[in-house]
């Protein structure tokens, strides 16, 4: 099925008829709006484009090209257009742009010498009909496949929406989400800090479409204050993919106390799928685990019903209905009904009194002995925490890494932060590895993993929105290089000059190609490796020289010369 044309309601009151973004495709979706990703909300919904690049992109009204980008992560290549309605449509990680645009983003990059830009035109330069071709899906950024990222933003704040909710994609889906899971957590308060039980887990069973109960027959035991966690994902008819849950709502009694919704967020609330999920289970999963309950630096926006922020009180002996809905964004709903029955409290918080408490409102200075200080800023914690930084041995290193310090830990990796901590590690650094040392973190058992920062001195200081352990280490292998042809190939038919880039640790943050001593642009597929230069003259028949240049984020550089006869 080829889908072109959908009419639909514009989150405005006017209607607007927008044309699907992709030619030549069957119009099946790889990821839904508002998706629970580590980090971030998914801003748009992915389309796929068959498993190829290089599918028609048009644009979906009328408007204008406001903007071009092209960037090693991220969207990779995008357009930024915007609609006559005043709305941003976003294209990302696209193959290619259309002939004209090309043209004017190769020409900026050579003026430039950079292989990234970021234009920005007037409404005059770049005028679009809807359905004119504006470029060609791709794989290009931060993408595992081929596909279209599409997202629409609202005029003036930048509100992301969500298109399918609107009506503006109406993707053939009757299938409702599965609930998979159930957790119960008890809480209590400690000066001013919450402090959780361990969770009981639950496993959950289909009866019907739609329909689910626990496995367990008896009422679930409770303590006298409390919340629940759900485990979900939907599907859509024709994929395989799973997708995220637009509605969650809970019920006590008949009673509604909570209830999450997904239509949009605005661009600094995006962070903020740490708080609604269940982060330490959440980090793991390829499901959405949602709390049935409020943070307290979680938007009030995604929260429509909220009853003392969905804790569930319970007096001991104390019997009581629990019904749980699940929707997405098509408007199927699953239900999971159960009681609960109070029990005597068995949960009794403790916490060292001591320690330093860590408040959301608060710049919060933390130091440790001679080795650590940070500064957590106000507005990173979604809620106050007790803070006592530890210290491990220096972990084993890796290959090409040399550890400089031992592992210092401020709060639990399980801990999100929604805007970037300061940390600095101070250790002795012999003069030969400073210019090469950052910060890693480390799990015990696992290899260490780039944290970044630079080194002054016998001190490494990162920005992060890590937790966890983190050590200083300095990165002493450069990237490695692989040219994808042969010494003196006839490249004469090729359509590019590759090259195969890898790296031990921090990974490649430039590349700079020149041809018989002129440079010349290249792009990066870095989920694939691969750095390419597309050729934009003809055939000379002649050899040419080549030198190409990599570097790591620690200061690292390799250098590949060859030829190549063209």
């Known amino acids: 099925m080829i889908l072109d044309l959908f009419d639909v309601a514009a989150h405005n009151s006017d209607t607007v008829r927008y044309v699907f973004p992709v030619r030549q495709v069957a119009g099946n979706f790889a990821a839904n709006f508002g998706e629970i990703r580590s980090g971030h909300f998914h801003a748009g919904v992915d389309i796929k484009t068959d498993g190829v690049e290089g599918k028609p992109l048009v644009a979906t009204a ?12 991220g969207y990779g290549k995008a357009i930024y257009l915007t609609l006559a309605d005043g709305t941003t449509a976003v294209y990302g990680h696209l193959q290619r742009f259309r002939d004209d645009i090309a043209a004017c983003v190769q020409a900026e990059r050579y003026r430039t010498r950079s292989n990234e830009v970021d234009l920005r035109f007037p409404a005059d330069r770049w005028p679009v009909k809807q359905g004119e071709t504006i470029g060609y899906s791709g794989n290009s950024g931060s993408s595992m496949g081929p596909h279209l990222h599409f997202e629409l933003r609202e005029a003036g704040t930048g509100r992301r929406l969500n298109t399918v909710r609107q009506g503006i994609f109406r993707p053939e889906d009757h299938l409702p989400p599965r609930i998979l899971r159930l957790h119960y957590v008890e809480v209590d308060t400690i000066r001013g800090v919450c402090l959780r039980s361990r969770p009981a887990s639950y496993n959950v069973v289909r009866e019907a479409e739609g329909r689910y109960k626990l496995m367990r027959h008896e009422p679930v035991p409770v303590g006298r204050k409390g919340y629940f966690i759900v485990e979900a994902s939907d599907r859509r008819n024709g994929v395989h993919n799973t997708f995220g849950i ?22 600094d609330q ?5 708080a609604v999920s269940w982060y330490a289970q959440q980090r793991h999963s390829r499901n959405e685990v949602i709390r049935i309950a409020r943070l307290t630096g979680a938007p009030e926006a995604f929260y429509p019903v909220l009853r003392e922020q969905g804790i569930v009180r319970t007096e001991a002996g104390q019997t ?8 997405d964004d098509r408007g199927n709903c699953s239900t999971l009904t159960f009681t609960v029955c109070g029990t005597p409290d068995e949960f009794h918080a403790q916490a060292d009194t001591t320690a330093l408490v860590l408040l959301p409102d608060r710049n919060n200075p933390v130091a440790f002995g001679r ?4 500064r957590i800023p106000a507005g990173a914690l979604y809620e106050a925490r007790f803070c006592r930084p530890d210290t491990l041995p220096a972990p084993p290193s890796d290959t090409g890494l040399v550890v400089l310090s031992p592992a210092v830990r401020i709060l639990d ?41 630079i080194c002054t001195g016998n001190a490494v200081t990162a920005r992060t929105r890590k937790t966890g352990w983190f050590v200083a280490v300095a990165d002493t292998l450069a990237p490695h290089i692989r040219p994808l042809f042969a010494a003196g190939a006839d490249l004469t038919r090729a359509e590019s ?7 031990n640790f921090s990974g490649v943050v430039s590349a700079t190609l020149r041809i018989d001593g002129r440079w010349v642009p290249c792009d990066r597929l870095p989920m694939r490796g691969l750095i390419f230069h597309r050729f934009d003259t003809p055939p000379e028949r002649t050899t040419h020289q080549v030198r190409f240049t990599a570097t790591d984020a620690t200061g690292n550089t390799a250098v590949w010369e060859g030829e190549f006869f063209r």
Request: hydrophobic share 40%; charged share 25%; aromatic share 8%.
């Open 62 to 73: 009328d408007g204008h090209i406001s903007r071009v980008v092209v960037t090693t992560y």
């Open 246 to 267: 637009w509605r969650l709502s809970a019920s006590v009694d008949g009673e509604p106390r909570f209830e999450y919704r997904m239509d949009g967020f605005l661009p």
């Open 270 to 274: 995006s962070a903020c799928s740490d």
């Open 320 to 327: 009581r209905a629990i019904r749980i809905e699940a929707e």
């Open 371 to 374: 080795i650590l200080t940070a």
């Open 413 to 453: 990796a399980d801990v999100p932060l929604r805007k970037e901590a300061t940390v600095t590690l101070h250790t002795a650094i012999p003069r030969t590895l400073q210019l090469h040392a950052t910060l890693a973190s480390y799990t015990p058992g696992k290899p260490l993993t780039y944290a970044g920062g």
């Open 497 to 503: 000059l590759r090259f195969k880039v890898a790296d």
